[in-house]
């Protein structure tokens, strides 16, 4: 029925018909073909007939290429914006022209992601991700059976302007840019909004080369006049300076000239009458004219503007069933309204349901010039929105499928909204904070878009309210600059009772935003203002969380007492409020904190527990596989770091199949570093550059952590094969990549690594200015190993010269940045000064051994780490005869 509607009704747009058929065979064209609105003014966008379009050149493209996939999103659907809905279109989409191929791997993950939908302790992020790298693996199975061909799939989406701040909740994989092809090469895309992309958007940045666009105009006069010829019931016969009357008021905008089509096709009003209304107030006056249609069709379009989201027939019975409206509403004849609704301009019936469709512009416009007439105190239609809560709770109760599910209540939210603002807000508050916690961020966002309606008639208070809960959710999304920006507006638009109320969220998120940018000091004085907020107002769920965040803060700045006492306490508050899953997890980060004082049977056993009890929460499906793998990975670094090389590749290994088998990516990439790092301490250097090289590869886009820390052994590598220069290559693409990411501390480190490279190729100037620079981030961030590492290194350069004192000097430096990070490493330099001291001339130990005993004394260390001052004694004493 659609396809005949569109090759009876479709007029005009040969430019951008000829475009599409072009793009659609040239195999050198940019991937996506996005369609927008030329005219400029805000209030004409839309009504250009862009969804008409993208339904005739879906139909031209299975004319033209055969056996190519089709695939249609609407973004005006709750549902069609997620992720995992579009995915499933596009496996759908693949099998009906691909029978015999099986997307095993994807529709197994989608099966376990469906059956643990409903539950709140299973990380949905980490499912996306297996689903994603699932399809894309089947995908590839798929692409290498298809003879080469340059496009077998073609995914249009529409409505894109709902979506276009924040596309990526389209994607299945946080980490990839809209639209997703899944990697799949014989993919077209065809996207069609009211705006021109926004190229300094975070997902189109330097994508200009994907992309080809294309601005749709309103008609000319001659297609409005074909359109009319077209659409018209009788012959009707324009003198030339009516059309040119009725183009100058319409500004050829199809959704216009279909209404007065549809104006002159009921006898409401004659042409001549139609461009009498001056240009001013024609929009109006004709949109107006729709009170004048027939009962009930004239009250069927009010409630379809006013319903919104959805209409069909049996949600119309309900309306006047469970309001008054009957007494204003003529008997409604289901098939003659099957019959008539169509035929009007502004309506379509839905192509996968039973649903009426209105044209979104026309809804505006429904809304702005009729509904006011009909309707000036809002009762009729406050009385129609509790009947369509009434309707979808209802419905809701049946519901098992998810993203219906969340359709229905993004639904409920809007007329709550509408009837009653507080109330309203209440429920988007329940719902948006539920979704939020389950990281349905797509969901989240439609809720969040459907409350942003209605801020014109919110007070301050519950605007501030909808930013903050804006600033959460693009925190989320991992767009911190975002959200702090909010945060900054917040501070200074809220009054002093609103942010002392939300001070304590406030920081929280705050501190969340910096520590994504591993602003850890900032992230740690922000904790410390919201631990005492929470201890205050005795909220043990978010202090535990508070308490876990500052213990990592502590551990990444080297702090490790300070850690333990963090997880400590925060482990204990988990534990009596009985949350395992959170127990378990403090428990293998304890490990970590252990492994790195050099208490490894401490770092095994309780790495072990906690192992222990993600296998039982996964058995209970209460937990992650991956929490598993990640306890493995744990127990892998301890024996790693004791050089039980043999106990520390089981481990990994083990870890690794379950990142394996359940598409882990992030988890696979770290896998590939470590296997690395196994076959270096072996002295298999060539084996080990290819596990570091397949960690690159496979960590581009997943992992920006791995991917850096591969370049930076790969780097280390070509070190140890004293091939200098290749190896700085590596050491700069790390840093340089550290620096996009913010990640600060492997910054430093692959600067001191370069610093270290430079010395040894002999350039000592270059190799000053990189310590620097890596001295300045480590002491601005507190990273007391990295300072270390740098004293040290800078010691070594003095002492292969027979700059003993100096030396000396940056050793004491290098033992007290130890001393902060761990015992481990302070004894690790210590012995190294010990043997050092020992092999220079005799005549200037006294000297030294006395300078660094003063400086030991005067930073008060003498105390906490007596053993530099003992062992220089020691050794004063024995060279005396």
Not at 450 to 472: G, H, P, V, W
């Given at each position: 029925?659609?396809?005949?509607?569109?090759?009876?009704?479709?007029?005009?747009?040969?430019?951008?018909?000829?475009?599409?058929?072009?793009?659609?065979?040239?195999?050198?064209?940019?991937?996506?073909?996005?369609?927008?609105?030329?005219?400029?003014?805000?209030?004409?966008?839309?009504?250009?007939?862009?969804?008409?379009?993208?339904?005739?050149?879906?139909?031209?493209?299975?004319?033209?290429?055969?056996?190519?996939?089709?695939?249609?999103?609407?973004?005006?659907?709750?549902?069609?914006?997620?992720?995992?809905?579009?995915?499933?279109?596009?496996?759908?989409?693949?099998?009906?022209?691909?029978?015999?191929?099986?997307?095993?791997?994807?529709?197994?993950?989608?099966?376990?992601?469906?059956?643990?939908?409903?539950?709140?302790?299973?990380?949905?992020?980490?499912?996306?991700?297996?689903?994603?790298?699932?399809?894309?693996?089947?995908?590839?199975?798929?692409?290498?059976?298809?003879?080469?061909?340059?496009?077998?799939?073609?995914?249009?989406?529409?409505?894109?302007?709902?979506?276009?701040?924040?596309?990526?909740?389209?994607?299945?994989?946080?980490?990839?840019?809209?639209?997703?092809?899944?990697?799949?090469?014989?993919?077209?895309?065809?996207?069609?909004?009211?705006?021109?992309?926004?190229?300094?958007?975070?997902?189109?940045?330097?994508?200009?080369?994907?992309?080809?666009?294309?601005?749709?105009?309103?008609?000319?006069?001659?297609?409005?006049?074909?359109?009319?010829?077209?659409?018209?019931?009788?012959?009707?016969?324009?003198?030339?300076?009516?059309?040119?009357?009725?183009?100058?008021?319409?500004?050829?905008?199809?959704?216009?000239?279909?209404?007065?089509?549809?104006?002159?096709?009921?006898?409401?009003?004659?042409?001549?009458?139609?461009?009498?209304?001056?240009?001013?107030?024609?929009?109006?006056?004709?949109?107006?004219?729709v009170n004048n249609l027939e009962n009930p069709i004239n009250w069927i379009?009010?409630?379809?503007?006013?319903?919104?989201?959805?209409?069909?027939?049996?949600?119309?019975?309900?309306?006047?069933?469970?309001?008054?409206?009957?007494?204003?509403?003529?008997?409604?004849?289901?098939?003659?309204?099957?019959?008539?609704?169509?035929?009007?301009?502004?309506?379509?019936?839905?192509?996968?349901?039973?649903?009426?469709?209105?044209?979104?512009?026309?809804?505006?416009?429904?809304?702005?010039?009729?509904?006011?007439?009909?309707?000036?105190?809002?009762?009729?239609?406050?009385?129609?929105?509790?009947?369509?809560?009434?309707?979808?709770?209802?419905?809701?109760?049946?519901?098992?499928?998810?993203?219906?599910?969340?359709?229905?209540?993004?639904?409920?939210?809007?007329?709550?909204?509408?009837?009653?603002?507080?109330?309203?807000?209440?429920?988007?508050?329940?719902?948006?904070?539920?979704?939020?916690?389950?990281?349905?961020?797509?969901?989240?966002?439609?809720?969040?878009?459907?409350?942003?309606?209605?801020?014109?008639?919110?007070?301050?208070?519950?605007?501030?309210?909808?930013?903050?809960?804006?600033?959460?959710?693009?925190?989320?999304?991992?767009?911190?600059?975002?959200?702090?920006?909010?945060?900054?507006?917040?501070?200074?638009?809220?009054?002093?009772?609103?942010?002392?109320?939300?001070?304590?969220?406030?920081?929280?998120?705050?501190?969340?935003?910096?520590?994504?940018?591993?602003?850890?000091?900032?992230?740690?004085?922000?904790?410390?203002?919201?631990?005492?907020?929470?201890?205050?107002?005795?909220?043990?769920?978010?202090?535990?969380?508070?308490?876990?965040?500052?213990?990592?803060?502590?551990?990444?700045?080297?702090?490790?007492?300070?850690?333990?006492?963090?997880?400590?306490?925060?482990?204990?508050?988990h534990k009596l409020l009985g949350n395992q899953q959170n127990y378990a997890?403090?428990?293998?980060?304890?490990?970590?904190?252990?492994?790195?004082?050099?208490?490894?049977?401490?770092?095994?056993?309780?790495?072990?527990?906690?192992?222990?009890?993600?296998?039982?929460?996964?058995?209970?499906?209460?937990?992650?596989?991956?929490?598993?793998?990640?306890?493995?990975?744990?127990?892998?670094?301890?024996?790693?770091?004791?050089?039980?090389?043999?106990?520390?590749?089981?481990?990994?290994?083990?870890?690794?199949?379950?990142?394996?088998?359940?598409?882990?990516?992030?988890?696979?990439?770290?896998?590939?570093?470590?296997?690395?790092?196994?076959?270096?301490?072996?002295?298999?250097?060539?084996?080990?550059?290819?596990?570091?090289?397949?960690?690159?590869?496979?960590?581009?886009?997943?992992?920006?952590?791995?991917?850096?820390?591969?370049?930076?052994?790969?780097?280390?590598?070509?070190?140890?094969?004293?091939?200098?220069?290749e190896a700085i290559v590596f050491f700069k693409q790390a840093i340089h990549?550290?620096?996009?990411?913010?990640?600060?501390?492997?910054?430093?480190?692959?600067?001191?690594?370069?610093?270290?490279?430079?010395?040894?190729?002999?350039?000592?100037?270059?190799?000053?200015?990189?310590?620097?620079?890596?001295?300045?981030?480590?002491?601005?961030?507190?990273?007391?190993?990295?300072?270390?590492?740098?004293?040290?290194?800078?010691?070594?350069?003095?002492?292969?010269?027979?700059?003993?004192?100096?030396?000396?000097?940056?050793?004491?430096?290098?033992?007290?940045?130890?001393?902060?990070?761990?015992?481990?490493?302070?004894?690790?330099?210590?012995?190294?000064?010990?043997?050092?001291?020992?092999?220079?001339?005799?005549?200037?130990?006294?000297?030294?051994?006395?300078?660094?005993?003063?400086?030991?004394?005067?930073?008060?260390?003498?105390?906490?780490?007596?053993?530099?001052?003992?062992?220089?004694?020691?050794?004063?004493?024995?060279?005396?005869?």
């Open positions: 029925m659609l396809d005949r509607q569109i090759a009876q009704g479709f007029i005009g747009r040969q430019r951008e018909i000829e475009t599409f058929k072009q793009w659609l065979v040239d195999a050198d064209a940019p991937w996506i073909l996005y369609f927008y609105d030329a005219l400029e003014e805000q209030e004409k966008k839309g009504g250009v007939g862009k969804t008409w379009l993208l339904r005739k050149v879906a139909a031209l493209a299975k004319e033209q290429i055969e056996n190519i996939g089709i695939v249609t999103v609407d973004f005006f659907n709750v549902a069609d914006r997620d992720g995992i809905t579009i995915a499933e279109r596009v496996v759908l989409g693949l099998k009906e022209v691909n029978p015999n191929w099986v997307p095993t791997s994807f529709e197994e993950i989608l099966e376990e992601y469906h059956s643990i939908s409903k539950t709140g302790n299973v990380d949905r992020a980490e499912l996306r991700l297996r689903l994603s790298t699932a399809l894309t693996n089947d995908l590839q199975k798929l692409d290498e059976s298809l003879q080469k061909t340059n496009k077998h799939l073609l995914v249009f989406f529409d409505t894109f302007e709902l979506v276009e701040q924040n596309p990526t909740i389209a994607v299945l994989d946080a980490n990839q840019t809209f639209p997703d092809n899944y990697h799949f090469k014989n993919m077209g895309v065809v996207i069609a909004g009211r705006n021109a992309l926004d190229w300094r958007h975070t997902n189109w940045q330097g994508r200009q080369y994907e992309i080809r666009s294309v601005a749709i105009s309103p008609f000319n006069q001659e297609e409005m006049i074909q359109y009319i010829n077209t659409k018209s019931l009788w012959p009707l016969e324009m003198r030339p300076a009516q059309v040119r009357s009725l183009y100058e008021r319409t500004d050829g905008r199809p959704i216009l000239v279909g209404l007065v089509i549809d104006i002159l096709n009921h006898r409401i009003l004659k042409l001549d009458q139609l461009i009498s209304f001056p240009k001013i107030d024609f929009e109006s006056r004709l949109v107006t004219l379009i009010l409630f379809m503007a006013h319903a919104y989201h959805r209409f069909n027939l049996t949600l119309m019975d309900w309306i006047l069933h469970e309001s008054d409206l009957k007494k204003q509403v003529r008997d409604v004849q289901h098939q003659e309204l099957l019959g008539t609704l169509p035929t009007l301009s502004f309506v379509r019936r839905s192509g996968s349901s039973d649903d009426f469709v209105l044209h979104d512009e026309m809804r505006r416009l429904v809304i702005l010039h009729c509904w006011d007439i009909q309707d000036p105190d809002q009762r009729v239609r406050q009385d129609v929105s509790r009947s369509i809560i009434r309707y979808c709770v209802n419905e809701l109760a049946g519901v098992q499928d998810e993203q219906i599910r969340q359709s229905y209540i993004v639904e409920i939210l809007y007329h709550k909204l509408f009837v009653n603002l507080d109330e309203g807000l209440q429920y988007f508050q329940q719902q948006f904070r539920s979704a939020i916690d389950r990281w349905q961020s797509a969901f989240a966002r439609s809720l969040l878009l459907e409350a942003q309606r209605f801020t014109f008639r919110m007070s301050l208070e519950q605007r501030l309210d909808i930013k903050l809960a804006e600033a959460i959710l693009l925190r989320k999304e991992e767009n911190a600059d975002a959200a702090l920006d909010i945060y900054v507006e917040l501070q200074s638009e809220a009054d002093r009772h609103w942010f002392e109320i939300h001070q304590a969220d406030i920081l929280f998120e705050k501190g969340n935003c910096y520590q994504q940018q591993s602003k850890l000091s900032q992230a740690s004085d922000i904790y410390q203002q919201c631990l005492d907020l929470v201890k205050a107002q005795n909220d043990q769920e978010r202090y535990a969380e508070l308490l876990g965040l500052l213990g990592f803060i502590k551990r990444s700045e080297g702090q490790l007492d300070e850690a333990l006492r963090y997880y400590e306490e925060s482990m204990a508050t997890d403090m428990l293998n980060v304890m490990g970590n904190v252990y492994r790195l004082q050099g208490k490894i049977e401490e770092a095994i056993r309780r790495c072990k527990v906690g192992w222990r009890i993600r296998r039982e929460l996964f058995q209970q499906r209460q937990g992650s596989e991956v929490a598993i793998g990640l306890s493995l990975a744990t127990l892998g670094v301890i024996y790693l770091n004791i050089n039980d090389l043999v106990s520390a590749e089981n481990f990994f290994r083990e870890a690794y199949e379950i990142y394996r088998r359940t598409g882990y990516k992030k988890g696979l990439a770290a896998m590939y570093n470590r296997f690395g790092q196994i076959d270096m301490a072996k002295g298999n250097l060539s084996q080990a550059k290819q596990w570091f090289e397949k960690a690159y590869h496979d960590s581009i886009g997943i992992n920006a952590e791995a991917q850096i820390n591969s370049l930076n052994k790969q780097g280390w590598v070509l070190v140890l094969q004293n091939q200098y220069h990549l550290a620096q996009q990411t913010y990640d600060y501390y492997q910054e430093a480190e692959s600067l001191v690594d370069l610093a270290d490279t430079l010395e040894r190729l002999g350039d000592h100037e270059s190799s000053q200015q990189a310590l620097e620079e890596a001295e300045e981030i480590a002491t601005k961030y507190k990273y007391n190993y990295l300072l270390g590492l740098a004293e040290e290194f800078q010691g070594d350069i003095k002492y292969n010269v027979g700059k003993y004192r100096a030396a000396f000097e940056y050793y004491g430096k290098a033992c007290h940045y130890m001393a902060l990070y761990n015992t481990v490493q302070y004894n690790k330099v210590l012995r190294k000064v010990v043997d050092l001291l020992v092999n220079i001339p005799m005549r200037i130990i006294p000297e030294i051994i006395d300078s660094l005993v003063s400086y030991w004394t005067a930073h008060g260390l003498d105390k906490d780490y007596p053993e530099l001052i003992s062992a220089c004694e020691e050794v004063q004493g024995l060279l005396v005869l």
